[in-house]
């Protein structure tokens, strides 16, 4: 079974940045597409950002274009998500999948869902 697991998230004020890590043990990350997903308080989980295999094609949901950058270290086996002028609706839990993703959306999560990692932006 295909695990990953979150870490980076935290309390930060608006305008601020975090970066998101994602890690697995057992596989190799730059096997497989990872894609980052969010759940706000009272709503659906969305999906935020992909990468491909390669790191050569991305994916950014409309409401992080130009704040978010994803990529890969394939020498730590880590996928990164750098967020950066956090807005308060960014706030959410945030998880890491194995997904398949194209450059316009991410079509379909493969692994199961971890524990995700909190992100909390507030004054």
């Known amino acids: 079974q295909l695990q990953l697991v979150e870490s980076g998230g935290g309390l930060v004020q608006p305008g601020g940045s975090l970066r998101l890590s994602c890690t697995a043990s057992g596989f190799t990350l730059n096997t497989y597409h990872i894609g980052w997903f969010r759940q706000a308080p009272g709503k659906e989980r969305e999906g935020v950002s992909c990468?491909?295999?390669?790191?050569?094609?991305?994916y950014y949901t409309d409401s992080v274009k130009g704040r978010a950058t994803i990529s890969r270290d394939n020498a730590t086996n880590a996928v990164y998500l750098q967020m950066n002028s956090l807005k308060p609706e960014d706030t959410g839990v945030y998880y890491c999948v194995v997904a398949l993703c194209t450059g316009r959306q991410i079509v379909q999560v493969f692994s199961s869902w971890g524990q995700g990692t909190q992100v909390t932006v507030s004054s």
């Open positions: 990468i491909s295999r390669s790191g050569g094609n991305t």
